[in-house]
């Protein structure tokens, strides 16, 4: 597939081009789907590291469309690793339903990282939504021994049947995210507030990754009223509400 001029934009600022091959799909959750694709040596290439993401490329119409994905269980000797789609209207979704072993997928590499955590860190406060929880269980994977906060906010009742791959000392709460203009106000109180009683600004490391209006309010929160050092924080906002 031609990438169109996004993709000639990417590939000028050294992107890396792969092409992906679905090995199986199952769905999760009833309003998630998962599928294990073969990497075309992308592992290889460029090691996999917590919260990694690849923009997908798929045909809208014709037209070259991409979005990013996180990486889920990366297993570079096998060359393989999982994507997550959440089933909505969309050409992704649409693709993932669709999706038989032996499909291909033309995937890029460009602009992720993910910085080695301060040392020392007392807790984890992790903020995310459906979204980016693959994104949240791949920090939990690679820090299993460090205490936890996570609040996830929830979009809808079967999100609370996804898996979060907590542990002992990772504590998880889900807060319903509401509609119209209350719609986020009940996740940024809650984290405020449990960040008031129980973050420590200079000992923890933060991450958020939902919706990017709460993420820039939740950061300017951490870095102005707290005083989080910037280098404790790791903010992205991972969609946005177009309500």
């Known amino acids: 597939m031609q990438h169109g001029w996004q993709g000639a934009v990417i590939k000028a600022l050294r992107g890396r081009d792969f092409t992906l091959e679905v090995l199986s799909a199952q769905d999760v959750g009833g309003r998630y789907r998962r599928v294990r694709v073969r990497d075309g040596g992308l592992l290889a290439a460029c090691p996999p ?5 690849v923009r997908l490329w798929f045909s809208d119409g014709g037209r070259p469309h991409q979005r990013a994905f996180t990486v889920v269980d990366p297993d570079p000797a096998a060359g393989s690793f999982d994507l997550e789609f959440a089933l909505h209207d969309g050409v992704a979704a649409a693709w993932s339903l669709a999706a038989r072993p032996g499909d291909r997928l033309d995937a890029t590499v460009y602009g992720t990282r993910f910085d080695p955590l301060p040392d020392p860190v007392r807790r984890l406060h992790l903020v995310g939504d459906p979204a980016s929880l693959p994104a949240v269980n791949s920090v939990l994977d690679a820090h299993p021994g460090t205490p936890a906060t996570v609040v996830l906010e929830q979009g809808h009742p079967g999100d609370r049947a996804l898996p979060v791959r907590s ?6 709460t889900w807060v319903p995210r509401g509609d119209g203009a209350a719609a986020g106000t009940a ?4 984290v405020r507030s449990g960040w008031a009683v129980g973050a420590d600004a200079r000992a923890d490391w933060f991450w958020l990754g939902c919706e990017a209006a709460s993420t ?20 992205l906002g991972y969609w946005r509400d177009e309500a």
């Open 49 to 53: 590291h917590p919260t990694m993401w």
């Open 167 to 172: 542990r002992e000392g990772h504590d998880v």
């Open 187 to 190: 996740l940024l109180e809650h």
């Open 216 to 235: 820039r309010a939740l950061s300017r929160h951490l870095r102005r009223d707290l005083g989080v050092p910037k280098e404790r924080v790791s903010a």
